[in-house]
């Protein structure tokens, strides 16, 4: 199999801010974080918060009012597909359902906009708050697997 110079990639994804971790062979990451143009300045990327600065569903309910929601800024999946066009496997993580998952909107925009992208993402998973080291034990994991399987396919054709 021939190695790609570009490292694998996880991508850690919410709203509010992508963290893609580049995987080097010898066992090293490096980090890169894009955050949307159009956030508000004064709202932190919610990895560096503990809490929401959001009222919570139920206060919302009792008040009658929504839950805020701003435009989906279709700059920052571009961004995003920009960072990981190279790579040759992509493992996304992400958190929530339907709407509020932000891989959902992700992959919307790279079938729409970034359709040669798609195969490499061997994995699409939904994750609740796991530390740094979890991604990256898991993901790595994971990425073996599928070169495994890549292997196992070519030896068998």
Same mark, same amino acid.
């Given at each position: 199999m021939i190695?790609?110079?570009?490292?694998?990639?996880i991508l850690h994804i919410d709203h509010n801010q992508a963290k893609l971790y580049h995987l080097k062979p010898e066992g090293d990451y490096e980090v890169q974080e894009i955050t949307p143009e159009n956030m508000p300045e004064d709202r932190p990327p919610s990895f560096k918060r503990k809490f929401s600065i959001l009222p919570t569903r139920s206060a919302q309910k009792s008040r009658g009012t929504k839950t805020p929601r701003g435009q989906i800024n279709p700059q920052y999946y571009s961004e995003i597909a920009h960072a990981i066009r190279n790579a040759p496997s992509v493992i996304v993580l992400s958190r929530g359902k339907g709407k509020s998952n932000a891989a959902n909107y992700l992959m919307k925009h790279l079938k729409a906009h970034h359709a040669e992208i798609l195969p490499r993402i061997i994995e699409n998973k939904t994750i #609740?708050?796991?530390?740094?080291?979890?991604?990256?034990?898991e993901s790595r994991l994971a990425f073996e697997r599928h070169?495994? #399987?890549v292997n196992i396919a070519k030896f068998s054709t």
């Amino acid at each position: 199999m021939i190695r790609s110079n570009h490292p694998n990639i996880i991508l850690h994804i919410d709203h509010n801010q992508a963290k893609l971790y580049h995987l080097k062979p010898e066992g090293d990451y490096e980090v890169q974080e894009i955050t949307p143009e159009n956030m508000p300045e004064d709202r932190p990327p919610s990895f560096k918060r503990k809490f929401s600065i959001l009222p919570t569903r139920s206060a919302q309910k009792s008040r009658g009012t929504k839950t805020p929601r701003g435009q989906i800024n279709p700059q920052y999946y571009s961004e995003i597909a920009h960072a990981i066009r190279n790579a040759p496997s992509v493992i996304v993580l992400s958190r929530g359902k339907g709407k509020s998952n932000a891989a959902n909107y992700l992959m919307k925009h790279l079938k729409a906009h970034h359709a040669e992208i798609l195969p490499r993402i061997i994995e699409n998973k939904t994750i #609740n708050r796991p530390t740094t080291n979890q991604m990256i034990a898991e993901s790595r994991l994971a990425f073996e697997r599928h070169e495994n #399987n890549v292997n196992i396919a070519k030896f068998s054709t």
